[in-house]
Structure formats: C-alpha cells, structure tokens
C-alpha cells in the first residue's frame, strides 16, 4: 500500500459529460501530480501542484483542470468528455516539489479507470 | 524521438532466468525511477536512483549518469515478476516516462 488513495477506482461516462477524481496524497507529502494513461500514449504527466499551488503543467487539456485544497487532497475535474479521453488516470505524491534540484521519490496511487461511452 | 526509450518493449522469460530491461534518456535528469505496473494497474514504484547501483531483493537497478542509461536486472525470475517495467526520469521536477517493457515469466 502506498498510502496514496483514489476513488473511484472505475468510473463509467458518458460523451459530454463532466466527472471528478479524487486522491488523497500520503500522510505528510506536500506535492500531487496527476497522470493520464492511456492505450496509444503511455503515461503522460498532467500537472502537479504543491501545497495548495500548481506548480508545473504537462500535456493537460483545457477541458481538464485541477485544485489541491488545503488539507492537501486534490481533485482533477475533466469537462465535456471524448471516448478519446478514456483512460486510466494515476495520482502521485511526493514529499516535496521543488523543481529538478530535488530527488524525491514519489508514491502512485492505485488509479481511476475512466471509460466514456 | 523520446526523451526516454526503453528495451526491449516485450520480454519473455522462463522462471529463474536472469532479466534485464534497458532504459536510456537524452535530457539532463536529477532522478530516474523505476516503476512496476501489475495486470491490474497499480504502479509500484520500485527504485529511485541518481548514481550507482540499488538492490532490493532479487532486483538491481544501476545508472550510469554519464553515458545516461539505466538498467534494471531481475535474478531468478518468477512468474508473479510478469508486469509492464516502466523508466521514469525526473527532468525539471516533473517526471517523463518511457512506454515501459512488457515482462512475461513462464513457468
């Protein structure tokens, strides 16, 4: 167990839609960075945010946005939904995120699988 | 091209051979990981690693920063090894990830 926790663990959509993943990081890591995984693109890093900041933004779609609140849970809300945004989607923490200087090992959560019909 | 490319992409093996999944990076990297997807989905992450060798049981990874390759070695295989592998380097405090090695033991 890596103490990184996600729901829903499946979820199951329809085109158009809006959902919300949820994932509570590790007892005391400050950063939360957010993956999509899907079948033709392997794992692609969305963004990250560190203690209640974004702090840096990967090949995430404008229809998608995240928050990290202050008990340091975040939420990735994804908008108007395609089949082609079917994917599984992993949350990581990490203790900190300071950038490259930083060598911080980083704790994935089990995952949401995300199915849009 | 890929900033991280990893071989081979798929992997067979019979229990108790020696493995070894390759991973080699183009950009300047504070970190790399080594990360184990099971069947089901869950990433584990194995390793981290900025110089030198790490061994954790029947598993080894070693970086050789200057020639920028990495390699995870698993000794005396066993079918519950069988998952995806997947190379991740930390460039600029975000991760990058290869398309991971497809690992099959059989017993």
């Known amino acids: 167990d890596s103490g990184v926790t996600q729901t829903p663990k499946h979820l199951i959509t329809a085109t158009g839609q809006r959902v919300t993943l949820r994932c509570s990081p590790r007892?005391?890591?400050?950063?939360v960075y957010w993956y999509q995984q899907s079948l033709d693109q392997g794992l692609q890093f969305l963004i990250q945010?560190?203690?209640?900041?974004?702090?840096a933004k990967g090949n995430i779609l404008e229809r998608f946005s995240a928050q990290q609140f202050p008990d340091l849970h975040s939420e990735l809300n994804l908008s108007s939904l395609e089949l082609g945004d079917s994917a599984l989607y992993f949350c990581?923490?990490?203790?900190?995120?300071?950038?490259?200087?930083?060598?911080?090992?980083?704790?994935f959560g089990q995952g949401t699988r995300l199915t849009v019909v | 091209k890929n900033e991280v490319e990893q071989s081979p992409q798929n992997l067979t093996a019979q229990e108790g051979e020696f493995i070894t999944i390759n991973c080699s990076y183009s950009?300047?990297?504070?970190?790399l990981h080594w990360l184990q997807q099971h069947p089901g989905g869950g990433i584990v992450s194995l390793f981290m690693?900025?110089?030198g060798k790490k061994k954790h049981g029947r598993l080894i990874a070693t970086i050789n920063i200057q020639e920028k390759h990495s390699s995870l070695h698993i000794t005396a295989s066993h079918p519950r090894d069988s998952a995806v592998y997947i190379c991740?380097?930390?460039?600029?405090?975000?991760?990058?990830f290869g398309k991971g090695t497809k690992l099959s033991v059989k017993p």
């Open positions: 990581a923490s990490s203790a900190s995120g300071t950038g490259g200087t930083k060598r911080t090992e980083a704790f």
């Open positions: 007892s005391g890591d400050l950063s």
């Open positions: 945010y560190y203690n209640g900041e974004e702090r």
């Open positions: 950009v300047g990297i504070s970190a």
């Open positions: 690693l900025s110089s």
């Open positions: 991740a380097v930390r460039y600029q405090g975000n991760l990058i």
